[in-house]
């Protein structure tokens, strides 16, 4: 099992719909957890990060960390086409660790 | 220009050659990283350094050597490539490594090995 777990889609919806985007994980030494967006033939770009658990909003993007369930999500509102990209979840142990990623979600908006 | 930027963004090779691939970043973040990214695998740590001179293995360093005698750069070399090595490369910097450790990455580097 690896220690990051995320459904790699690709995952179509039409605009203005509620998109989830979900990772599991196994190591329950994680803190700190993230969401990087990819676009097509570009790196990754940090969206938003939250340390422990909690939910976390920033716009229309609300990220969620349940570590009881070891579970974390992202959920993006009124969707456009311009979220259509990639999204990976990453996450790390305090300390000088590397971050450990998903191996990330293909998301299309239709218009 | 400020930033991380890869050289080259694209690259032909044959089975056997060395190619080096090139990240230089303009923050003088002490961290730098370089993953591949693969269908299936998603991005995967190749190697890391966490200052100048000091650097470590990740997930996948076989095959590859890094160096880093300037903070600002971080070359990845493939001493005798192979076929498996065809992927896209990612550098990556941080300032810190402990923490959130927000990374930064470049445009990445597009290897393709005959």
């Known amino acids: 099992q690896k220690e990051v777990e995320q459904d790699p889609g690709p995952l179509s919806v039409p605009e203005g719909a509620i998109v989830s985007l979900n990772c599991t994980y196994s190591n329950s030494a994680f803190q700190y957890f993230m969401w990087y967006r990819q676009y097509s033939r570009k790196g990754p770009e940090l969206l938003m990060y939250t340390y422990s658990s909690g939910n976390k909003e920033d716009g229309r993007f609300t990220a969620q960390v349940d570590k009881s369930s070891k579970y974390i999500s992202l959920f993006i509102r009124d969707s456009q086409p311009s979220d259509s990209a990639t999204y990976l979840c990453?996450?790390?142990?305090?300390?000088?660790?590397?971050?450990?990623f998903g191996k990330g979600t293909r998301l299309s908006v239709i218009a | 220009d400020a930033g991380i930027t890869q050289s080259p963004r694209y690259k032909i090779t044959e089975t056997g050659r060395q190619v080096t691939l090139m990240c230089h970043q303009t923050?003088?973040?002490?961290?730098m990283f370089w993953y591949r990214q693969d269908l299936g695998h998603g991005l995967r740590l190749i190697y890391y350094s966490a200052a100048a001179d000091i650097t470590d293995k990740g997930e996948v360093p076989d095959g590859y050597v890094v160096s880093r005698s300037k903070t600002e750069n971080f070359p990845l070399t493939l001493e005798s490539a192979t076929r498996s090595q065809t992927s896209v490369y990612f550098c990556?910097?941080?300032?810190?490594?402990?923490?959130?450790?927000?990374?930064?990455f470049g445009a990445g580097s597009r290897l393709t090995v005959l």
């Open positions: 923050w003088s973040h002490s961290y």
């Open positions: 990453a996450m790390k142990q305090s300390g000088n660790t590397p971050l450990v």
């Open positions: 990556a910097s941080s300032e810190h490594g402990s923490g959130a450790n927000v990374l930064t």
